[in-house]
């Protein structure tokens, strides 16, 4: 199993930054891949950006050249750079860890942080 604990959200004013941190624990050497999502509609979370083991990474079409998700193996925490914030990215932020399990991969969900971007 792994246990997920994210912090850093808040309120910011648009155009303004936030750092988010997820500190990850337990089996991480079975974790394939990590992401960050948002939750602004209950039950609906969409990808922000990923990270694959070998530091491979995507985002979602609406963040790219304004996030940046990085992984510091070496104190076990992922990280969300956000600037240049709007209030379009207002949300529940969560992390995610696809553990490897059998064939395929179990997801791992932390309890989310709050983000809140005013205009």
């Known amino acids: 199993q792994v246990q997920l604990v994210e912090s850093g959200g808040g309120l910011v004013q648009a155009g303004g930054s936030l750092r988010l941190s997820c500190a990850f624990s337990?089996?991480?050497?079975?974790?394939?891949?990590m992401g960050w999502y948002r939750q602004v509609i209950e039950n609906q979370r969409e990808l922000v950006a990923g990270?694959?083991?070998?530091?491979?990474?995507n985002y979602a079409d609406s963040v790219k050249g304004r996030f940046t998700i990085a992984k510091d193996n070496a104190k076990n925490t992922l990280y969300l750079q956000m600037n240049s914030l709007q209030p379009e990215d207002t949300g529940v932020y969560y992390c995610?860890?696809?553990?490897?399990?059998?064939?395929?991969?179990?997801?791992?969900w932390g309890k989310g942080t709050p983000v809140t971007v005013s205009s």
């Open positions: 337990g089996s991480i050497f079975s974790i394939h891949a």
């Open positions: 990270i694959t083991y070998d530091d491979i990474t």
């Open positions: 995610r860890a696809d553990v490897l399990y059998g064939r395929g991969t179990e997801p791992y």
